[in-house]
């Protein structure tokens, strides 16, 4: 008897030609998509409540809540007052292209202008992964220490934004080199925005709104 193996490279490819179906049924509807990737705590859920406050008057939101066994996240989502389906990975380490497409098909997807979805809590292999998101926009925070670019280089390669959160607690980082961590950003990825904020205080929350609300806008143009 013969053992297929199905090696980590070839389930990527087959990953990728998911993803490619995704982002034209996401194209199709106009929705931007955007894949939230940070490590447990960072405050993506914090990030995504703040932001479907201050966004859902003006749009449609949608979000996808990865989680490995549990529902607290989305629980919290749903609270916002948007539709929320929680993708429950029961033991896998980040999303992949096939699992958001059927939790992506569950919701109204004619109604709504952008999905925010909140991947796994890991900075590694969610990064590798295409779900056919628009943009990938990567979270960290202060409290991780300053040294998760040269570590973890290829989740900031890969997004459009990153978002340094707990800037509030920056004063509590003894030895915390925010002007190195940015420096490395920028060298791992020229084009990369970088917003610094606070889900706590709010600090620097509008700037990162205006930059969805522009990305929103953009994809209603073409
Ligand atoms: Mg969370
Ligand atoms: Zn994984």
């Excluded at 992506?104 to 909140?118: R, S, W």
């Excluded at 926009?137 to 040294?147: F, I, P, Q």
Aim: proline letters at 2%.
């Amino acid at each position: 008897m013969s053992i297929r193996v199905v090696l980590g490279q070839d389930l990527r490819e087959a990953n990728e030609l998911e993803a490619a179906e995704n982002r034209e049924l996401f194209g199709k509807h106009g929705i931007v998509v955007l894949n939230l990737i940070g490590a447990p705590g960072a405050g993506k859920t914090s990030l995504l409540e703040k932001t479907i406050s201050a966004l859902k008057t003006d749009f449609h939101l949608g979000v996808l809540e990865g989680d490995i066994y549990t529902t607290r996240d989305a629980e919290r989502i749903a609270k916002c007052g948007v539709e929320v389906v929680q993708i429950n990975t029961r033991g896998a380490c980040h999303l992949d292209a096939s699992l958001v497409r059927k939790a992506a098909l569950q919701l109204p997807l004619k109604e709504l202008d952008a999905i925010l979805v909140e991947n796994v809590g890991n900075l590694v292999c969610p990064a590798e992964f295409d779900i056919g998101e628009t943009a990938k926009v990567a979270v960290l925070s202060v409290a991780e220490g300053d040294d998760k670019v040269e570590k973890y280089p290829l989740v900031f390669r890969e997004s459009k934004a990153v978002l340094i959160n707990k800037m509030d607690l920056l004063p509590l980082m003894d030895g915390f080199d925010l002007g190195r961590m940015e420096r490395e950003l920028k060298q791992v990825n020229g084009s990369l925005r970088v917003f610094k904020v606070s889900t706590r205080t709010g600090e620097g929350l509008e700037e990162w709104y205006s930059w969805v609300r522009e990305l929103v806008r953009e994809s209603k143009r073409v």
